[in-house]
């Protein structure tokens, strides 16, 4: 590989996990603000999302920070997971902290994106795909 | 859907939470018993790949246990991890804790394949999905 | 120490690790119900006991399944924690989902208690105790 | 409360939710870095020390990001255990990693010993605390 795309790798690494550490705090934020505002903010399918957000980005932010090579299938987590919380803070409307949330999410699905758009589903080891295969429909 | 169909879903949700719970568990006590062993038990992969199944153990029975729909993202990711902490284990010879370990690890990993195998890569969103076909090879 | 003292000790923290775990669990679960009754289940405050509860309850057994030599810190710290969700809970009334976590949280309370109680307010060093004591008042 | 008291205090939670933050990041990534070094960097207790540093620091900013009336319990937690990861760090010498973890741990070990430096071991409540002085010594 060569040394430019080396860097080039290395930076999205370090964007990746600057955004999750960034949405995973502004989740927390928003979640706050949230069980404050009550009504729809605090609907619990809302507040549940910000919950799954904060929560796979800290492990996403965590597989990147310990240098583990499995960092794309949490990313790729991480990634969609965010992307449905950009979707329920947009909806809130006008309000500029469910806002500041939403843009939040969108950089970081889509830095999760970059980092684990490759992962395709494929089975954990031959054998276990067998025998999920081998499951009654 | 037919009520044995729910009953199984259930049945299969609920497996699968003790399964991530008791991994996240074996997890943790391997990682100490490796750590205290030294050697190739503590060389660095392997203790990464215990960390990070730990961790994804936790983060997935988290999702189920808070009701998540998106259960099945984090799901996935934790069958491709503990599936590849089973592999370290199991290289790991004869040792019992080892193999306790390995087993536990392939049944969440099938636990966890029923229960996110029909995750496809999907876009967060389509507008994400664009910016990231956008991006330079 | 003799023999005997050492069995109490580790059964002690054995239970400790159980009750912690099982209280993350019922923390969890209580708080997806609670998030789905509504109402005075879901006011801010007993939502934040809820997942302060879980959260600690997850770290204190992840010390001690780590064999920390500080796991004394975090029972302390989750012995309060845990004894505040349990008033939280049994304010709830005669709903037995709260009636099982109130008394789930009361048994981690003093298992944690058992294990953290010794815990005095110490200095992490000396150093930062003296920077702290020069703060203006 | 006169409300430059108030402005302190706020001023003082935010530094401590940065110092938290930032000092899980360091822990993990010297984690990492000692995972690859091998040596005394990779000895077991140190190792043990830099994750439990990095979870309690995650825990306590999680706690004060939620708006937690109970933060100073995890904060007082926080601050003991960054105080040790500090002297384990400070042990291994010159290297400017370790340095620098050692430095952050310091100054997280600081900001959370003014939030949590009040805390007195006190009885979750006084039932527990009822059960505990009545256990066999």
Chains 1, 2, 3, 4 share one sequence.
């Not at 860097?7 to 603000?33: F, G, K, P, W």
């Amino acid at each position: 590989m060569a040394s430019a795309e080396v860097t080039n790798a290395d930076s999205d690494l370090r964007q990746c996990i600057e955004d999750c550490l960034a949405c995973h705090r502004v989740c927390m934020e928003t979640l706050t603000y949230c069980l404050g505002k009550g009504g729809k903010h605090a609907e619990a399918r809302h507040l549940r999302l910000l919950m799954d957000c904060a929560e796979i980005c800290q492990t996403s932010a965590n597989f990147m920070l310990r240098g583990s090579e499995l960092h794309s299938r949490t990313c790729f987590a991480c990634s969609e997971v965010s992307g449905r919380c950009e979707e329920s803070c947009a909806r809130m409307g006008e309000d500029v902290v469910m806002k500041a949330c939403a843009d939040m999410c969108a950089q970081c699905s889509e830095s999760c994106w970059r980092m684990g758009g490759g992962v395709m589903p494929q089975t954990p080891n031959p054998e276990a795909a067998q025998r999920a295969a081998d499951l009654p429909a």
